[in-house]
């Protein structure tokens, strides 16, 4: 007896492609695509240059995860969608048809076709980006020359990683960063009291901050900005911005001049009314920010949304729910962000585990067998590196002013 059900495929297994996997109904056929076999917790990344968290830490078995929803995986890349032939191609040679797709293809590393940037610069886009930074730093380290960094890029990603490189090598003699980023303040589009707290914890140390500017080029052993002027650098970290995946242009579901695929407000791509796009690739009509938690929402309503479209049912519309932000800064600082809002405190770094342990455990939901040891490991190194030394710490935390509990009210700018 033929197979009746409706076939829909999944282009990408990040946060939003693989939230759709896991809510998709077993009544499909649902096919997931992506190149690697682990799906990879990217918003802690920046732990992997002080050691407080491990590849293995921050990986999950994506082929487990899916197979245990019911569904296919598929370790392959996508090189042609056609949506409007419901067809798409892979690079192992591979062709699938489907009454439905969800586009979840991410989003890139942008050099912004900068000179030496590809050829010398590190990205910060994956665990192993960041063991390659890691490694990087503690070969430096260990040959006792001064340590010159220069991060690109005063984003969350940059003051992060900023972040882990004071927790781990602050002490290091010869240690400097200079971070550059184009905007007027660091953390552009948060609240500025964010630029004056940074600034003010790294007062202590060899951190210049080179804001309103930007990079033209990157050599070896040097920066050169805008104005000419070269920075020495030993270890240039580039994390200023994103690129749209080709496929989107490629497919038709990115028209030019855009670079993103335009959605409707219930991410159904406003190209083909086959595909729902998702996560960082989507262009919203009102914009939201290419962030995890709310490509884990997009993730939901597209699975919801695809089996509506399937049945003839009405769409749903993304509401992007009011999230507050917490940005880690080593163990100097950690910030929660909401709104016009910012709450100050070391204690929350807690919280910040606290989410990344739950959802992660949310990514692989029952405990999948093989992720048993994984787990355990995330728990434990959790309690050794970041729950114990802020438990311990809290005795004389009302003694230290500069680690209270504050609520900074930022301009309206």
């Not at 240059?49 to 999950?60: D, F, N, Y």
């Not at 503690?138 to 005063?154: D, S, W, Y």
């Not at 930007?214 to 920066?223: C, F």
């Not at 335009?262 to 262009?283: E, I, K, P, Y």
């Amino acid at each position: 007896m033929p197979d009746k059900r409706k076939r829909i495929a999944i282009v990408g297994g990040n946060f939003a492609g693989l939230t759709a996997a896991i809510k998709l109904s077993r009544r499909h056929e649902v096919t997931l695509i992506d190149p690697s076999r682990h799906f990879e917790w990217m918003p802690n990344i920046h732990e992997i240059l002080s050691s407080v968290k491990t590849p293995q830490a921050l990986r999950l078995d994506r082929a487990a995860i899916v197979e245990q929803a019911g569904h296919r995986f598929l370790r392959d890349r996508v090189t042609v969608l056609e949506p409007a032939q419901h067809r798409l191609a892979t690079a192992a040679g591979r062709t699938l048809e489907f009454d439905a797709c969800i586009v979840a293809v991410g989003a890139l590393w942008n050099t912004h076709h900068i000179p030496g940037v590809a050829r010398h610069a590190l990205p910060f886009r994956a665990v192993a980006d960041g063991l390659a930074v890691e490694k990087r730093l503690h070969t430096l380290a260990q040959q006792g020359k001064p340590l010159r960094i220069v991060i690109a890029g005063a984003g969350i990603s940059g003051i992060e990683a900023l972040g882990e490189i004071l927790r781990r090598h602050r002490d290091d003699a010869g240690m400097s960063v200079e971070v550059v980023e184009a905007g007027t303040r660091l953390l552009p589009g948060l609240p500025s009291s964010l630029d004056t707290g940074l600034r003010r914890l790294c007062e202590p140390f060899a951190v210049k901050y080179r804001t309103g500017t930007t990079i033209a080029g990157v050599a070896a052993k040097s920066v050169r900005l805008a104005d000419g002027t070269r920075l020495r650098s030993d270890l240039t970290l580039w994390t200023a911005g994103l690129a749209a995946p080709a496929l989107l242009r490629e497919s038709g579901l990115a028209r030019p001049p855009q670079v993103w695929a335009g959605v409707h407000q219930t991410l159904q791509s406003r190209q083909f009314d086959n595909c729902f796009v998702v996560g960082d690739a989507a262009a919203l009509p009102h914009e939201v920010g290419k962030q995890a938690f709310h490509a884990i929402d997009m993730g939901a309503l597209a699975a919801a949304n695809v089996e509506r479209f399937l049945d003839g049912r009405a769409l749903k519309e993304f509401k992007p729910a009011p999230k507050p932000l917490l940005i880690a800064f080593g163990d100097l600082q950690t910030y929660l962000v909401a709104g016009r809002w910012v709450l100050a405190s070391r204690v929350l770094a807690g919280a910040k585990e606290g989410v990344y342990q739950v959802l992660m455990a949310q990514m692989a939901p029952g405990c999948v067998v093989s992720e048993l040891p994984a787990a355990s490991g995330r728990l434990w190194q959790s309690w050794r590196k970041l729950a114990r030394p802020q438990l311990l710490s809290l005795a004389g935390f009302r003694k230290r002013p500069e680690h209270r509990t504050r609520r900074l009210a930022a301009p309206s700018g």
